[in-house]
């Protein structure tokens, strides 16, 4: 049976580490809330944004596409990965890993290992992919300030490389947040831009005065876009983390409450025991010395 003074100690530590999982959890609920309203204000633009594009896109001139809606043959790809900074949120970090994984294997299997490359958005992710040599960049900083202004040098990054011929597709993998208990892997893709999908509908006869042009305004907003877009996977994984990371506090510290009762009733049957056994001694002890 257990030493008392074995268990005593695991019921302190057990419980010292169930205060730190519930304060984790309620500094997680209280950043989560500033997360889902930066991510709830986002949507509705990045949407507006990609609708507007759309349409201007679709009766375009070629030329003012062709810096990042022209498809090539790819020979090399780069994936942003976007992580957290830190763990002790489930699966949230993994869950990417293994969807860039899963990409690479569904997608680019016919290509060499070497020619993908990974730009992390988050320490997690620039530490895995820093030891298997497939890390550009360094986007570690990002979430200690996350602003549009600290996740544009990535994205600009990636636009850079595309235009110059680096890589000849871009994609993104990241978590989507849908509720503290929901978060979905996401795979989209940012370079090239895929055709403008939008349906036709009664304001697309509508003739538009454009000022300067019809391209300027496209060079101007196609830039803006993918910005945007990588803005927006990265406030999204940053809600995501903090509802993964709640749920996996909250889950944490009812284990813990419950290996705690557990532990009790070893501490408390273990006494019982060994006052059981100290009685004996005593009545052994007193019967010996009548008889003697």
């Known amino acids: 049976m257990a030493n008392l003074k074995e268990v005593r100690s695991r019921i302190q530590s057990v419980s010292s580490t169930q205060q730190i999982t519930k304060a984790m959890k309620m500094v997680s609920a209280a950043k989560l809330r500033r997360a889902q309203d930066n991510i709830v204000r986002m949507r509705p633009y990045a949407q507006r944004l990609g609708a507007m594009l759309a349409n201007l896109t679709r009766t375009a001139d070629a030329e003012a596409m062709s810096d990042y809606g022209v498809p090539r043959p790819v020979r090399r790809v780069l994936v942003v990965a976007v992580t957290s900074d830190r763990g002790l949120a489930g699966a949230f970090n993994s869950n990417v890993f293994k969807g860039v994984a899963a990409l690479v294997r569904e997608r680019y299997a016919s290509l060499p290992e070497s020619a993908v490359s990974v730009l992390a958005i988050g320490k997690k992710a620039h ?47 990241f978590n989507e947040f849908r509720n503290v208990a929901t978060q979905i892997v996401r795979t989209e893709q940012l370079l090239p831009l895929l055709p403008a999908e939008a349906p036709v509908t009664a304001t697309s006869n509508v003739d538009y005065l454009f000022e300067p042009t019809k391209e300027d305004i496209v060079r101007t907003l196609i830039p803006q876009s993918i910005k945007i877009q990588v803005y927006k996977a990265v406030l999204e994984s940053n809600a995501s983390e903090h509802g993964a990371r709640m749920t996996a506090m909250e889950k944490a510290t009812e284990n813990a409450g419950e290996l705690l009762k557990s532990l009790k009733l070893t501490y408390n049957r273990t006494r019982q025991a060994a006052i059981t056994t100290e009685i004996l001694e005593i009545v052994g002890g007193a019967e010996a010395l009548a008889a003697g």
């Open 127 to 173: 530490d895995y992919y820093t030891k298997r040599g497939q890390a550009v960049g360094n986007y570690t900083h990002v979430f200690a300030q996350l602003s549009f202004e600290t996740v544009r040098g990535a994205a600009e990054v990636a636009m850079d490389g595309f235009r110059a011929g680096t890589y000849d597709e871009v994609m993104v993998v």
